[in-house]
Structures are given as C-alpha cells and as structure tokens.
C-alpha cells in the first residue's frame, strides 16, 4: 500500500490534514480559553510551511507564489501569542523557587507580561477576523484539492521521498557538525533549532510514506528540538528580565528579577553544554530513511 503510494496522493494527504487541524484549532485560538489551541494552530501552520518548501518542485504548477508569505504572516501572529505564553510560563513557574521575601517585588512584574498577552491576542483576534485570513483559507483549501499531473507526483513516494528529506538532514547535519562539541551563542543554537525543526517535518514526511527508519530518527530529532527550544525559551526570558527591569527604576523589582535571570542563567548554561546529547543519538541512529546516510 505506502510502498505503492505516489507523491501525490503523499502531499494532498498532508497538506489537507494540515489545513484541517489549522481550522480545527482556530475557534480556541481565538477564544484564548486553552492556550493549546494556539500552539496546534501554529504547529499546522509550520508544517504547511515545511512541507511546501519541502514539495515545492512537485507543487510549482499550482501553488500560489504568495501563499508562503501569507503563511509566514499567519504565523507570525499565532507565534506572538505563543511566545507571550510561553514568557509568562516561564517566569511564573519560577517565582516560587525564590526566597520568600523576595517573590512579592517579583511578582509586580506581572502585570507588565500580562498587557503582552492581552495585546498579542488582541492582534491575532484581528488578524483572524480579516479578509486577508478568509482569503488565505481559500487558497489552501484550493491548494488541499487541487489535482497534482506532475511527473515527480506519478513517481513512489517511497523512493523520492529520501531524496528530498536528505537535503534538509545535511543542513541540519553540517550545522550541527560545526557546533560540537559545544557552542555557547544562543543565535547559532537558536538556528540549529530551526533546521532540526526542519529535518524533524521531512523525514517524518517520510514516515508518511512507509519508508524504514525514518520514525526513530523522527523522534530523536524532537529531543534535540524539546531541548533546543527550552534553550531558547530562557534566553528570550532574560532578555525579557532585562528590558524590563530598565523600564523600572524600583531597587527591590531589579533584585528580584536579577534572582530570576540567574536562576535562569544556570539552566541555560546546562542546556549549552549538553545539547549535543540529544544531537549524537540522532546523528548515532543507524537506521537512514536514504542509504549513504
């Protein structure tokens, strides 16, 4: 069955899965009751991006040139709730590892991330209710049904499908290669993070196809990207911490977010020094969805 599957029934199957878990989650989205349904939203948004860049040569003919941009708005929009989510997890889940006397001049930071959140889902309200985002739905829908007569689309999923995710693998691979044993820029691990999220989209495409190993190494590379993306997640914390605390010129607010931005800083510096833990059992895995690994 998957080993006689052609690209193209591979690429309506994802794609138009894609779409429907994008609508299935816009309703929570825009209440703001769950703030999963913000992140599934911008899950399928993120994987309808990947797996056009990823198909573009079989998809060209039909794919409307803008609707990557369009998608690239959308998720920037889903992505400021998101992060402003993700900010206020942050931060709060650490507040009641601090001394006690200090927690309450902490806590005055609050407010502030919470005028964040409520502006970011004000924006991603709007955004939803637009025209621009009714006409974005059309696209895709005419996307998700649109008929693929492609000679690449005639061809086995099974046997193209390595070809293409071994592009996004070798990015990942080389970035990676360059980086170990350690690296301590946030920017470059910040980067890694996005080709590992990359990597991870493709070869679970080729999951999709039937092809062998290819969902062990899928896994792996959503440790590498779990750990990577709490990496990230601190540094944008400090530097939250820090924007903030020029804006306040109160001497207990500072010390308590300087408590908080240390905190931080530690497991930070834990997560630096061993991401590259997560990135050997990936790069270990013996079993490639492409020979020659």
């Not at 109160?250 to 240390?262: K, N, R, S, T």
Request: proline letters at 5%; hydrophobic letters at 40%; glycine letters at 6%.
């Amino acid at each position: 069955m998957s080993g006689h599957r052609e690209m193209a029934s591979l690429i309506r199957t994802r794609i138009g899965g894609h779409v429907i878990e994008m609508r299935t989650n816009e309703a929570a989205a825009r209440l703001g009751d769950d703030p999963e349904g913000v992140h599934l939203m911008r899950v399928a948004v993120r994987r309808l991006r990947s797996d056009l860049r990823l198909f573009r040569r079989v998809l060209t003919p039909i794919a409307p040139a803008d609707l990557g941009p369009e998608l690239s708005w959308l998720g920037a929009e889903l992505g400021a709730v998101r992060d402003a989510d993700v900010l206020w997890s942050v931060v709060t889940d650490r507040l009641d590892r601090m001394p006690a006397p200090d927690r309450g001049a902490a806590r005055l930071l609050l407010p502030a991330l919470e005028d964040g959140r409520r502006a970011a889902r004000a924006d991603l309200v709007q955004a939803l209710g637009s025209e621009r985002y009714s006409t974005l739905l059309v696209s895709l829908d005419d996307l998700a049904t649109s008929p693929i007569s492609t000679a690449a689309g005639r061809q086995p999923a099974r046997r193209l499908m390595p070809r293409l995710a071994r592009r996004a693998w070798r990015r990942l691979h080389s970035a990676a290669e360059a980086l170990v044993p350690r690296a301590d820029d946030p920017d470059q691990l910040h980067h890694l993070r996005i080709l590992t999220k990359r990597a991870r989209y493709a070869i679970e495409a080729c999951d999709s196809a039937g092809v062998s190993g290819s969902r062990k190494l899928a896994r792996r590379l959503a440790r590498l990207q779990d750990h990577l993306g709490e990496l990230h997640d601190l540094v944008v914390a400090r530097d939250w911490l820090r924007q903030a605390t020029l804006r306040r010129c109160d001497a207990d607010i500072a010390f308590a977010a300087g408590e908080l931005a240390e905190m931080m800083w530690q497991e930070q510096c834990r997560l630096t020094e061993t991401w590259h833990n997560p990135w050997n059992g990936a790069n270990g895995t013996r079993s490639r969805p492409w020979s020659g690994g």
